[in-house]
């Protein structure tokens, strides 16, 4: 079955910068549609960033300019490094493959932002 595990995840400062990484098995990996998504306390799951199988990406405005979504296709593995990281970007982010019936999810990994 599809497996999707998330890792780097932390406390950092504001101003600092991580960098995600979700491994996937049980898939074409190559051949599907990846997102981040983000949780914060009290608020709604949000799409962070997505990237298609040819590597076309999107971003929420809210991350726009200081996330980077990337993927390497040879080690099933999808990334999101994050750069100058502010208070509200504390949340926790899951890995997701969109698909029909609600796709598939990690068990996210822990940012948290705080000086």
């Known amino acids: 079955q599809v497996q999707l595990v998330e890792s780097g995840g932390g406390l950092v400062q504001p101003g600092g910068s991580l960098r995600l990484s979700c491994a996937a098995s049980?898939?074409?990996?190559?051949?599907?549609?990846m997102d981040w998504y983000r949780q914060a306390p009290g608020k709604q799951r949000e799409l962070v960033a997505r990237?298609?199988?040819?590597?076309?990406?999107m971003y929420a405005d809210s991350v726009k300019g200081r996330f980077t979504i990337s993927r390497a296709n040879a080690k099933n593995t999808l990334y999101l490094e994050m750069n100058s990281l502010a208070p509200e970007d504390t949340a926790v982010y899951y890995c997701?493959?969109?698909?029909?019936?609600?796709?598939?999810w990690g068990q996210g990994t822990q940012v948290t932002v705080s000086s």
């Open positions: 997701h493959v969109p698909q029909p019936g609600g796709g598939h």
């Open positions: 990237i298609t199988s040819g590597s076309s990406t």
């Open positions: 049980g898939l074409i990996f190559s051949s599907y549609v």
